[in-house]
């Protein structure tokens, strides 16, 4: 006699769940995680070409400069204020605050839009400074 074949209980995962925004936001928050690694590794890029002496910084400017190195400048910087942003949010949640449905879809608006505005500003403030 074989025992019966029990139906394993569904993991959730993507396919499952109805998209929502806290969702969203907490894959986005994971993802720009994952970027500022790649963003302390340029980081450490720039000081070796900079300890490397003036033809290895200028490479490294140059290419910093380049339509891709600014593509993925403008990306960190992105990171860096959505991940700023959404942390401070997760930190109001550790403390039992926003947790509402409403209040927790309005702080990751918030969170989006202070991530885009405040890129937008720093790019604004950097590339008007006449910075190359």
Same mark, same amino acid.
């Given at each position: 006699?074989?025992?019966?074949? *029990?139906? *394993?209980?569904?993991?959730?995962?993507?396919? %499952?769940?109805?998209?929502?925004?806290?969702?969203? #936001?907490?894959?986005?928050?994971?993802? #720009?995680? %994952?970027?500022?690694?790649?963003? @302390?590794?340029? +980081?450490? $890029?720039?000081?070796? @070409?900079?300890? $490397?002496?003036?033809?290895? &910084?200028?490479?490294?400017?140059?290419?910093?400069? =380049?339509? !891709?190195? *600014?593509? /993925?400048?403008?990306? !960190?910087?992105?990171?860096?204020? &959505?991940?700023? @942003?959404?942390?401070?949010?997760?930190?109001?949640?550790? @403390?039992?605050?926003?947790? =509402?449905?409403?209040?927790?879809?309005?702080?990751? +608006?918030?969170?989006?839009?202070?991530? %885009? +505005?405040?890129? %937008? /500003?720093?790019?604004? /403030?950097?590339?008007?400074?006449?910075?190359?």
């Amino acid at each position: 006699m074989t025992a019966p074949v *029990r139906e *394993r209980p569904m993991s959730p995962h993507l396919q %499952v769940w109805r998209w929502h925004l806290t969702m969203f #936001t907490s894959i986005l928050h994971r993802a #720009t995680g %994952v970027a500022l690694y790649g963003g @302390a590794v340029i +980081v450490t $890029a720039w000081a070796l @070409a900079l300890g $490397a002496g003036p033809d290895a &910084y200028q490479g490294f400017m140059t290419l910093m400069a =380049s339509p !891709l190195g *600014r593509l /993925i400048l403008v990306g !960190l910087t992105l990171s860096v204020f &959505y991940h700023l @942003a959404n942390g401070i949010r997760h930190l109001f949640w550790d @403390a039992g605050l926003g947790l =509402s449905v409403t209040t927790s879809f309005r702080s990751g +608006v918030m969170s989006m839009a202070f991530s %885009v +505005v405040a890129t %937008v /500003i720093v790019w604004a /403030i950097g590339l008007g400074s006449g910075a190359p």
